[in-house]
């Protein structure tokens, strides 16, 4: 049978739903089996899903996987599901590290078990429907599913200030929520007033010529609630307090995935929707974003916290991704999209590492450590790779996403791209100066004397995430090609009005300078 006559993308984001009947059906004590199912149930999800990688069709630019029945028939709303290439690596990044994520949490989280480990599920659910949804209904439903568990992961199995975090968390993302629900429903009925029709098909939005006022408006009222989720700098007050309280899975995927939504969605609504807007935003966008890449490298340097560090340098590498994003071309989009790939990544793999050493000192200040590499050997070559990439060494993922951004940063303003430059040089900084501290020196704290090396389970798990490490530092192409096709469409929606010359050329002239 053809893959694209079954509905992979509805089997991989409801089986998360199977591992969640079957521990609602267990005892609650019984915490080593609720683990195993719901391990095993992310698996699951992951080799599920690889068909929709290998299955891809690199060479058009149309959505694959397509599932498209009528639901609420009177409201114009389908149950509407597909992916093209930059919806379809986040599918693949979100399978991978939720199992990561499960396996992770093994041993750190001892109460609530049952409850714990729904929370995950359902949060997988949430994201993969974010991904797939072709229905502003149907992905505003994913998008408020999600909001749910975390909120609860961070509360009830976060740290001290956990309800603080968990509050926060919810306050920032639910009034981006009502901003964007409230500009779907104007985008609805400006589309009855256009064409006569009630829809919420977001491909049908992508084709409405809307004028330059509403655009501005449109724009503004989505930016705001995807640069909260993103986030972006001013809106990146909520980013330290829920990592640094969550539980370690919980950062993972926090970090991971959930951050890439609101870089997700500026690519699947703000730009194909409102491209006259998109080009007038240009300038301020660069803004935000170089002013957050710097100052996300600075209060790194500043932490004396290593998950709070890694926290702020979170703020730095997604002005990265903006920039990338808005530089309007074919190397920075790229280079934008498969930074969110690495960021996931390499950033993910910085909190599972954050963690195994909680775990074993339960503390995260770096003073508290120093000489561990004498050993933990195994741990410190690890952590050093991961450093590595999270800096952007060649040869590794983080380079080449800097490098594609960097190239599109140019193209579009120099200045603002020479400015972006110094934030490379303080993520090595920050970065190596940690790792210094931590990791080199006499052991001065005699509880990290007979600290042992990395388990066979925290192998495990950080180990696949290094093999894609190496492998989009090495073979880029992999990915890269995936994306090409989309990522050229995406440029031809936002400059296909000729009448926007003028505004072109003087959103243009306004970054130069």
């Known amino acids: 049978m053809n893959i694209a006559q079954i509905p992979i993308l509805s089997i991989t984001t409801y089986l998360p739903l199977a591992g969640i009947v079957l521990i609602c059906c267990m005892s609650g004590k019984r915490h080593d089996l609720i683990r195993w199912t719901a391990f095993l149930t992310t698996v699951a999800t992951f080799v599920v899903s690889l068909p929709i990688y290998f299955g891809f069709d690199a060479s058009t630019w149309q959505m694959q996987f397509v599932e498209n029945v009528p639901w609420i028939e009177r409201f114009g709303i389908n ?13 693949m ?4 590290l939720s199992a990561l994520a499960v396996l992770s949490t093994w041993s750190a989280v001892k109460e609530s078990v049952k409850a714990y480990m729904i929370s ?3 949060l997988e659910v949430g994201m993969l429907g974010v991904f797939c949804a072709l229905d502003f209904f149907l992905f505003y439903v994913f998008w408020e599913v999600m909001l749910i568990p975390m909120y609860f992961i961070i509360g009830i199995w976060g740290g001290p200030r956990r309800i603080y975090a968990a509050v926060k968390f919810f306050i920032y993302t639910m009034s981006g ?3 964007m629900l409230v500009a779907i429903l ?9 064409t006569g029709q009630y829809t919420f098909d977001i491909l049908k939005y992508h084709e409405l010529n809307l004028p330059a006022g509403t655009q501005f408006w449109m724009f503004l009222a ?32 926090l970090a991971g995935v959930l951050l890439k939504m609101g870089t997700y969605g500026f690519l699947r609504f703000n730009l194909p929707m409102f491209p006259q807007a998109t080009i007038q935003f240009v300038p301020f966008i660069f803004c935000l974003a170089v002013i957050g890449i710097v100052y996300g490298a600075f209060v790194s340097l500043a932490q004396d916290d290593i998950k709070k560090m890694v926290a702020y340098s979170s703020v730095s590498h997604l002005g990265y991704v903006m920039l990338g994003m808005f530089a309007l071309n074919v190397e920075g989009i790229e280079g934008s999209t498969i930074q969110m790939i690495n960021h996931g990544l390499s950033t993910g793999a910085l909190f599972l590492i954050v963690g195994m050493l909680y775990e074993r000192r339960h503390t995260r200040l770096i003073s508290e450590y120093g000489g561990l590499m004498k050993v933990m050997p195994l741990f410190a070559t690890l952590f050093l790779v991961v450093c590595f990439s999270s800096i952007g060494v060649p040869g590794l993922n983080g380079f080449i996403g800097e490098l594609l951004i960097l190239i599109g940063a140019f193209k579009a303003s120099v200045p603002f791209a020479s400015v972006a430059m110094l934030g490379l040089l303080l993520g090595a900084v920050y970065l190596l100066w940690m790792y210094k501290r931590v990791m080199y020196g006499p052991i001065t704290n005699e509880e990290n004397r007979h600290l042992k090396d990395m388990t066979v389970r925290e192998i495990a798990y950080l180990v696949p995430i290094l093999v894609f490490i190496v492998w989009i530092g090495v073979a880029p192409k992999t990915f890269l090609n995936k994306m090409h096709t989309t990522v050229a469409h995406l440029i031809e929606q936002v400059n296909a009005d000729k009448t926007l010359a003028k505004t072109t050329d003087y959103a243009t002239d306004h970054t130069n300078n």
């Open 93 to 96: 990044l979100t399978t991978f």
């Open 79 to 91: 149950y509407h599901m597909g992916v093209d290439g930059i919806s379809m690596l986040l599918v």
């Open 222 to 253: 989505f930016f705001l609630a995807f640069a909260i989720k993103v986030p972006m700098f001013p809106f990146h007050t909520w980013l330290p307090d829920a990592h640094v309280e969550a539980p370690t899975a919980g950062s993972v995927i």
């Open 177 to 179: 929520s009502v901003l």
């Open 186 to 194: 104007s985008l609805y009925f400006m589309m009855h007033k256009a």
């Open 120 to 122: 995950l599920l359902l």
